[in-house]
């Protein structure tokens, strides 16, 4: 490899490095912005409370779920035993299309009612439901069953949704459809869903996380900690929705983060998010890439296509990459529309793509462990952190580089953080929460 693109290499590297002593900074400016979003104090932490806790693992019932916010929307019928059996879940998955998530909320909203009577039709399912409704976006909740859209994020832009009660909208669309036999009982985000998913069988469940398209965390939190008592809420525990993907203090960031930044729907805001988020991931690396190749380093100043353009390298080109052996790289390369690669290219871009990732997966990494941290400072017990998502499940080397900034931020004490694959979790916690609901209101 030339000694120019070599040095680019350990720059990049030295840039994109973070390491405890940076994470620990950034965990003690996470805690402080919980602090202050807890309060109801300006923060980059929303906190949102979600009145919802963990479940017994009691909750029985036969219960639909929504779950809305990544590309694919599903519609669940989950048969909860309540006695520690696997529960039966049937489901069908929706694509939604730009002019779902991109026009106006009438539409998005139609386009899931229709889905949810195809899906009735579809199972003969007749006689009246009860559903839990996960929606992954900030959420402001003022009870179980009602919240406000508070901003989208992740590129979603229908109009007429932000400031308006999701639970509502999609009831009137549901209303508009004639689908009579459901019942809207409860409203939660994805990360709450996936951690009840975990939690309703494994007790040391406290944090959920979703590393996907987006990120998040939520966790269990005391309600004496909250600073307003949420209203009609009487359990002493309550899940709080961080909504860490916007958390912006002492981010390793980067001049492409800010470039990325700048040409996003939401500038300004999200910063965590577009550094770790799989919708951002492969735009970074692309970034990176496109500056050399006009810097004449890569490529021999040759502008291979979805390097050179805005949002055509994807994540999924970087997991691709990092999942092939080095040697096959420039194959892997040409597979992916980049074709004519000479080995030092192909492994520049490939390392480019790693450093990325291990950047983000450190960062997702200090975000848990300032979560575990305010619920267990000395990390005196075990906690499982339910996890969801493609970047977790899928990207090459996420996990471990993960796992190696926790080791260097507790040492022996690392593995009493346990991340934990939730798949699908957060349909499923939806009809564990509704099912909670459904029995609270009967008692
Ligand atoms: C949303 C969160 C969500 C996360 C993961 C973020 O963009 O704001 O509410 O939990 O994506 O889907």
């Known amino acids: 490899m030339e000694s120019a693109l070599q040095n680019a290499l350990a720059s990049l590297s030295g840039q994109l490095d973070f390491q405890a002593p940076e994470m620990r900074s950034m965990i003690a400016a996470f805690h402080e912005q919980m602090e202050r979003g807890l309060r109801g104090e300006p923060s980059s932490l929303k906190m949102l409370p979600t009145f919802t806790d963990n479940p017994s693992g009691r909750e029985k019932g036969d219960i639909l779920a929504l779950d809305l916010g990544g590309t694919n929307f599903r519609v669940l019928r989950v048969r909860l035993t309540g006695d520690g059996r696997e529960p039966g879940i049937t489901g ?25 009577r195809q899906f009735m039709e579809a199972q003969g399912l007749r006689g009246t439901y009860p559903l839990g409704f996960t929606f992954s976006f900030p959420i402001r909740q003022q009870a179980l069953r009602r919240g406000e859209l508070i901003v989208w994020t992740k590129g979603w832009t229908a109009s007429g949704v932000e400031g308006r009660d999701v639970v509502a909208l999609l009831e009137l669309a549901l209303e508009k459809q004639g689908v009579a036999g459901v019942r809207v009982v409860s409203l939660n985000n994805d990360t709450t869903g996936t951690q009840v998913a975990r939690a309703y069988f494994d007790p040391a469940c406290d944090a959920g996380c979703i590393l996907g398209t987006g990120t998040n965390v939520c966790y269990r939190e005391s309600v004496s900690r909250l600073g307003e008592a949420p209203l009609g809420y009487n359990r002493e525990a309550m899940i709080i929705n961080m909504e860490s993907g916007n958390f912006n203090q002492k981010l390793p960031r980067h001049r492409h983060d800010a470039a990325l930044d700048a040409c996003s729907e939401n500038p300004g805001a999200q910063w965590e998010e577009k550094m770790v988020g799989g919708r951002y991931l492969g735009e970074l690396v692309r970034l990176a890439a496109a500056d050399w190749i006009g810097r004449g380093l890569l490529f021999g100043g040759r502008r291979p296509g979805p390097l050179s353009e805005r949002d055509l390298w994807s994540s999924e080109a970087v997991s691709a990459l990092l999942a092939a052996p080095p040697d096959e790289a420039p194959a892997r390369l040409a597979g992916l529309g980049v074709p004519g690669a000479g080995p030092d290219d192909a492994a520049a871009v490939r390392e480019i793509g790693r450093l990325f990732v291990r950047r983000a997966a450190r960062i997702a990494a200090a975000v848990l462990s300032a979560t575990m941290t305010r619920i267990d400072p000395g990390l005196e017990r075990a906690h499982t952190v339910a996890v969801d998502g493609s970047l977790f499940e899928k990207m090459p080397g996420f996990r471990a580089f993960m796992a190696e900034a926790f080791s260097g931020l507790f040492g022996v004490r690392a593995d009493r953080i346990a991340p934990v694959l939730t798949h699908d979790g957060s349909g499923l916690g939806a009809a564990i929460i509704a099912a909670a609901a459904e029995a609270e209101n009967i008692a």
């Open 92 to 116: 069908g998955k929706f694509k939604l299309a730009t002019e779902h998530v991109a026009r106006t909320g009438e539409e998005l909203f139609g386009a899931i009612a229709r889905f949810i």
